[in-house]
């Protein structure tokens, strides 16, 4: 109950001063940071689809002015 796949990146930040990383019974990493901040990180859905990729915003909405 307590094994998460993480990388070895993450994996030497979990033990650095300050940060904290606990994983809920669904999957939910929750990372909170020496200065308090807190990620939230939830796995893929269990039916096989991959959640929406974040990504740029569209480009023809807004153009900057320059």
């Known amino acids: ?3 998460g796949c993480i990388c ?3 994996h ?3 033990h650095m001063p300050g940060w904290t990383c ?3 019974t ?3 990493f ?3 940071s020496p200065t308090g901040e807190i990620f939230t990180v939830r796995p893929p ?3 096989g689809e991959e959640p929406p990729e974040f990504g740029a915003p569209d480009q ?3 153009t900057p002015p320059f």
């Open 45 to 47: 859905p269990a039916n």
């Open 26 to 28: 669904e999957g939910t």
């Open 60 to 62: 023809a909405l807004e």
């Open 8 to 10: 070895r990146f993450h």
């Open 30 to 32: 929750t990372w909170t």
């Open 1 to 3: 109950s307590n094994l």
């Open 22 to 24: 606990t994983q809920d």
């Open 12 to 14: 030497k930040i979990k």
